[in-house]
């Protein structure tokens, strides 16, 4: 299995409710990461978790909130959202071990924040 | 980390051999450079990857000089579907930037 999968495909959500994204890969990778993107725009770099824990925050709003509950699971908690968080929300996984630096991309979740 | 600076659009025929070309002046000596493909509504995707002189696989080739402060990806034969953004990384540990991409388009 060499698949992210990330659910849902699309969220949309109101400015006061509380959603989560799920991202699984069973490819045994300890390397566990959130982006977001906006049209036209690269993919920025959110969160990254090594080992389940939580590595790097790219100074993200306490409005997103993600978790890793282990190894193969890493979700992604939105509360209280702004119109402008409206985007696609990708998540991606790799092997920690040696140098190679192939991340996989799941598919993303297009989500609009109403 | 390496800011990398590629062309912002190119259209090539298809057919063609598309060169992309790569700046990255900055690169440490323990960074890798790689390649991703994305097209619109997807992740991106892992092309190639390489330090020095020439990698090539299936769908690919990565050129670097000896200086490493450049590096050119070559498609050979593109195809209608090869019409993509292209992105150039440089780095070595689990953080990695994406500069602003190339915007291939590959024309009949």
């Known amino acids: 299995d060499t698949e992210v999968t990330q659910t849902p495909k699309h969220l949309v959500m109101g400015m006061t409710n509380k959603k989560s994204l799920k991202c699984e890969q069973h490819?045994?990778?300890?390397?566990m990461y959130w982006y977001k993107q906006k049209a036209k725009k690269p993919p920025e770099l959110m969160f990254v978790y090594s080992y389940e824990k939580l590595s790097i925050n790219e100074s993200v709003p306490s409005r997103f909130s993600p978790e890793c509950p282990n190894s193969s699971l890493l979700n992604l908690h939105l509360h209280a959202l702004q119109p402008e968080d409206s985007a696609l929300y990708l998540c991606?996984?790799?092997?920690?071990?040696?140098?190679?630096?192939?991340?996989?991309f799941g598919p993303g979740t297009r989500l609009t924040v109403l | 980390l390496a800011k990398t600076t590629q062309p912002i659009s190119m259209d090539s025929y298809e057919g063609q051999e598309v060169n992309i070309t790569c700046s990255h002046n900055n690169i440490a000596t323990n960074d890798y450079i790689t390649w991703y493909q994305q097209f619109p509504s997807q992740g991106p995707r892992f092309i190639i990857q390489g330090y020095k002189t020439k990698v090539t696989n299936e769908v690919a080739s990565l050129f670097i000089p000896a200086d490493r402060k450049s590096s050119t990806l070559s498609l050979p034969r593109v195809s209608l579907s090869d019409t993509a953004v292209y992105y150039c990384l440089v780095g070595g540990d689990d953080k990695i930037i994406f500069g602003k991409g190339t915007r291939l388009h590959i024309l009949p």
């Open positions: 991606a996984s790799k092997h920690l071990a040696g140098y190679y630096n192939e991340q996989f």
């Open positions: 490819m045994g990778h300890r390397a």
